[in-house]
């Protein structure tokens, strides 16, 4: 065979490689779009959109009684809010839970500083017609939960501060040693495949996905780490709440702005006038929580007024899951129910 018709076989080969590389590029942002608006389609069905003195604000309310304002965390959403405490609409609660200014349905320009995002609360508030509410803060949702509490004291019936954020924080990013997850958080179409394969992971490989979750957020041994891992996947309700809290996290493409935001608010944030929350509050953290170290509960325990302090001993960042989840929803409801009066819903004046 001459050279010439190797080369020519060779160029050939070459072309059929590309376009097969094409092809499969093709198919594969084909199905990332088609993932991409049925993750939407299903969001958008279980949320409304308030249109309020600060901007549009994505929520989703269950239950009837007393109004719980539930302030979701870095990743986050409505469905992130609405999914924490479960058993509180089953409890006699309403559960308003909104998307963060940045995140879904909720654009940014809503409010971007921590103060802004409370004051947009405050004005969710009034769009559906509820004077006064107990404010959850979780993780990153408790900068905003401690502001409202501080700006809206008329309007605060109880806060509660859950592995919440109360002081600056190294970015989040800054503690990941993944270049693909740095490049995720700089491009929505990087960061949705990454939510894609992530959320393929979690149904087909959901040991793997669980671990990965549990390195993250728990500083409890390897074994101990197996252990939860093992409790999670034999127990159908807390597997399907993993479930949920992975659908809680994409795409997220739609919640980037959001977490890009965080990540500069809780760098950046002051310290904050503890000594001023005058509702009563309740802060409740695991002390094995590698995302949100221990330490910022015992802050805010320490320096808020009157503070009951629930320290869940072995807990990580993940209250949901594990053998603490029952017992942090009962605390929570059991201490809201301490000020059924304060508590009770009322039309806005």
């Given amino acids: 065979m001459t050279m010439k018709r190797l080369r020519t076989i060779a160029l050939r080969s070459a072309f059929g490689l590309l376009a097969l590389a094409l092809l499969a590029a093709a198919s594969g942002a084909c199905g990332l779009a088609a993932w991409r608006r ?151 179409v990087l960061a949705d495949l990454a939510s894609w394969h992530g959320d393929k992971v979690t149904r087909e490989e959901p040991r793997q996905a669980l671990s990965f979750a549990f390195r993250l957020c728990s500083r409890a041994p390897a074994a101990q780490r197996a252990r939860l891992v093992d409790g999670v996947l034999s127990d159908p309700v807390q597997h399907a709440l993993f479930n949920q809290l992975s659908d809680s996290t994409v795409p997220l493409g739609a919640r980037l702005p959001g977490l890009r935001n965080d990540l500069l608010q809780i760098t950046g944030l002051a310290a904050l006038p503890f000594e001023r929350v005058r509702a009563p509050t309740l802060v409740i953290h695991g002390t094995a929580d590698k995302a949100v170290p221990f330490d910022h509960a015992q802050l805010a325990a320490a320096r808020i007024p009157g503070a009951a302090f629930c320290e869940l001993k072995g807990a990580d960042h993940l209250l949901m899951l594990g053998p603490h989840r029952n017992e942090v929803t009962r605390n929570v409801a059991a201490f809201l129910k301490l000020h059924p009066v304060s508590i009770a819903c009322c039309p806005a004046q």
């Fill in 38 to 188: 049925g993750k939407l389609a299903a969001l958008e069905a279980q949320s409304a959109v308030a249109q309020t003195l600060a901007g549009p604000v994505e929520y989703a309310s269950r239950g009837d009684g007393p109004a719980v304002l539930v302030l979701h965390g870095g990743f986050g959403g409505f469905d992130q809010g609405q999914m924490f405490l479960p058993g509180l609409t089953g409890a006699g609660f309403r559960v308003i839970a909104p998307s963060r200014p940045g995140y879904l349905r909720t654009p940014l320009a809503t409010g971007a500083t921590n103060e802004q995002q409370a004051d947009a609360m405050a004005a969710l508030l009034d769009a559906l017609g509820v004077r006064r509410a107990a404010v959850v803060g979780i993780s990153a949702g408790g900068p905003v939960a401690l502001q409202f509490a501080l700006r809206h004291p008329d309007r605060t019936a109880a806060l509660v501060l859950a592995c919440a954020i109360t002081k600056k924080t190294p970015p989040l990013i800054a503690r990941q040693d993944s270049l693909l997850r740095r490049w995720a958080l700089r491009s929505r």
